[in-house]
């Protein structure tokens, strides 16, 4: 199954470029996922949670970019993850294309090709799981543009030469001893009924708006 799903973040290329390829950065933003270590090839291990009433199923996984093109902002994906107790997975790859906006935000393209088995399968029916893909996309953007907002700028971005070199001497001078800045907590788990519902809200909506 493919996705081809669009966002935009009010931010410059450049930060959004960076911050897309920081996956240990950015998986808070997506609900239920959480990054749980690296190997030396690069290589993230991830959980990837999903409360359905009273059970919950818990996914295990990887996940690593396989190519970053910097000059056409493109970077590759490769995912791949099991349920815990065996009952099904997935595999994913997925490819992010960056292009600036006349607004000085960033588009960003992704293609997804995955397929799964197991419990998540049932939400592909009906065109189910693009619906809760579209809005768990909607959700990740608004994270992330939460989190540009908050961090500090990238270093010498909208500086002249000068007010660059500057800011660099400072930051030369800062304690060594300052206490590093925590890693991102992660998101709650996903509640399937509650997205599930949701969805279908979403589409109810839409019929009486086409029906007008």
């Known amino acids: 199954m493919k996705l081809e799903q669009s966002f935009e973040v009010a931010a410059p290329i450049e930060r959004v470029w960076s911050a897309l390829n920081d996956l ?4 808070p933003c997506l609900p239920g996922a959480a990054i749980t270590g690296r190997d030396d090839d690069g290589t993230y291990r991830g959980e ?3 409360k ?6 818990n996914y295990r996984g990887t996940i690593r970019i396989e190519s970053a093109d910097e000059a056409t902002h493109t970077a590759t994906l490769a995912a791949k993850g099991s349920d815990k107790r065996g009952q099904g ?4 790859t997925i490819v992010n294309t960056l292009a600036a906006t006349d607004a000085g935000g960033t588009r960003v393209d992704a293609v997804t ?11 592909g029916r009906g065109g189910m799981i693009k619906d809760i893909s579209n809005r768990l996309l909607r959700d990740f953007a608004t994270c992330l543009q939460s989190r540009l907002e908050a961090a500090p700028a990238v270093a010498g971005e909208g500086m002249t030469a000068d ?12 304690d060594p001893a300052s206490p590093p800045v925590p890693p991102p907590a992660p998101a709650p788990p996903i509640k399937g009924f509650s997205l599930f519902f949701g969805v279908l809200l979403d ?3 839409g019929l009486f708006r086409r029906g007008r």
Not at 52 to 57: D, E
Not at 113 to 123: E, K, M, N, P, Q
Not at 163 to 174: F, M, N
């Open 113 to 123: 090709d995955f397929s799964i088995t197991g419990r998540l399968a049932s939400f």
């Open 89 to 92: 997975g997935a595999t994913a």
């Open 52 to 57: 359905l009433g009273p059970t919950t199923a």
């Open 203 to 205: 589409r109810i909506k």
């Open 24 to 27: 240990e950065q950015v998986a």
């Open 163 to 174: 007010e660059a070199a500057a800011s660099a001497g400072a930051a030369e001078q800062v």
């Open 48 to 50: 990837f949670t999903v």
